[in-house]
């Protein structure tokens, strides 16, 4: 896909969380597309604190009919979020399910004292009152397509966009 320049989406997020480094936040990446724009983010901000992951497998409130993710990854987070201003990274925000399910498990492991969302991606199809207040681009899709970001095994591991059909 090529109608979203990664690095113009990526630059204008920067620039957004600019401001909010007063508050010396500390990052945390939603496996898998979150993560690795949390480490980008994360680098490009210079931010202090080690950047956390958070795998919402078993956060999930389709969890009981999807069963086990095959690739559940282990959640990281390296520094206490009790009282910490927190940005939250996902690559595409859509339904707002996994957003919801990130802040539950963060919320486990204490009380923020804010929780910013950043998103490369914000698609039409929210299902719950979630809305990002960091977005790289905004997109309009069917109903039946998704957007997927990929991360290749090149030295510079480039990141690309792709639609996707739904089955079924």
Do not use: C
């Not at 939603?30 to 958070?54: D, F, K, V």
């Not at 999930?60 to 559940?72: H, K, M, S, W």
């Not at 991606?121 to 990929?150: N, S, Y």
Request: hydrophobic share 45%; no cysteine.
């Amino acid at each position: 896909m090529s109608a979203v320049d990664i690095d113009a989406a990526l630059a204008r997020m920067i620039a957004a969380l600019r401001p909010r480094l007063a508050l010396q936040p500390i990052m945390i990446g939603i496996h898998t597309g979150g993560a690795w724009l949390a480490e980008r983010l994360h680098r490009a901000l210079a931010l202090s604190e080690p950047l956390g992951t958070l795998d919402i497998s078993f956060y999930r409130d389709d969890f009981t009919r999807l069963g086990i993710n095959p690739q559940v990854k282990t959640s990281n987070l390296p520094v206490n979020v009790e009282d910490r201003h927190v940005i939250l990274v996902d690559d595409v925000l859509h339904t707002g399910r996994t957003i919801r399910a990130a802040m539950n498990e963060i919320f486990d492991y204490g009380r923020p004292a804010s929780v910013t969302l950043a998103v490369l991606i914000a698609r039409d199809g929210r299902e719950l009152p979630i809305q990002a207040e960091v977005v790289g681009e905004t997109l309009t899709l069917a109903k039946h397509q998704h957007i997927k970001l990929q991360r290749a095994s090149d030295p510079h591991a480039t990141l690309s966009l792709t639609i996707q059909e739904a089955d079924g």
